[in-house]
């Protein structure tokens, strides 16, 4: 059983997934009162959870002003997916380098784990355990730069996806997630270099085409959901909004 979480842990998590998952879609204001209410924690704490989302790409946090959820231009999104394809390429040149038979299980468990959440129609989870799969690949490089770059380059794609994207093409995604673990197995190089520069490629094309977001919902609807989903799964500690509102199911 995993310990538990400092609240400032539980905020982060739960404001993260949220808007990787689009519940929390860009612009929407992070008042930093409300945050603490839900959380109870001091306004100090919660701009510390702020500083680190926005550290992350994930929130536009300015002096005297709410912090609100990042919204990227899209000369920011095509810079990102530049970055990203590039990055990609090299990460399946470096994990076949060093390419481990335990590496192929644990592919296949996270994929397995993508494909569950989109037969319970779940799209938007789905979508981030796809960004999760691209997170875990870079770092069975064994670098941990490169980790930590693409941990950010995923997370503002799903931004990205958010502001400009079409819907996810979860089955097609995960096709090419099994055919690049396929060619990894199989210590082909070349093939798996192709799967992931046209995966790429579809997944850039569908998130730069833009389209009109769907309406936001409250924040504190969000909070409640994500946090008492969190802190159900790894027992962490009691929220404030718990005993107002009873934990999300």
Known sequence: M????PRTDLAHEALKQAILEQALEPG???????????????????????????AEGLVDA?????????????AEAREVFEVRRALEIEIVRLVIKRWKPAFGAELEGMLREEEAARRRGEPKVAGRL?????IRLAQLT?????????????????LILAVFGQPHGADAGHDEHSELVA??????????????DHHMGVVEKRALAEETPAESAALGDVLARYAGAIGARDAAVPLVAAQKRGRAK
């Open 142 to 158: 064994g670098n941990r730069l490169i980790a930590r770059y693409m941990e950010e380059l995923v997370t503002r794609c799903s």
């Open 28 to 54: 929407t204001k992070l008042p930093e009162d409300e945050i603490g209410a839900h959380f109870g924690m001091s306004r100090t704490l919660v701009r510390a959870v702020l500083a680190k989302l926005q």
């Open 62 to 74: 300015r002096p005297k002003r709410t912090a609100t959820v990042a919204q990227p231009t899209l």
């Open 2 to 5: 995993s310990r538990p979480s």
């Open 183 to 196: 060619a990894l197995r199989a210590g082909d190089a070349d093939a798996a270099i192709a799967i992931m």
């Open 130 to 134: 796809a960004g999760e799969f691209h």
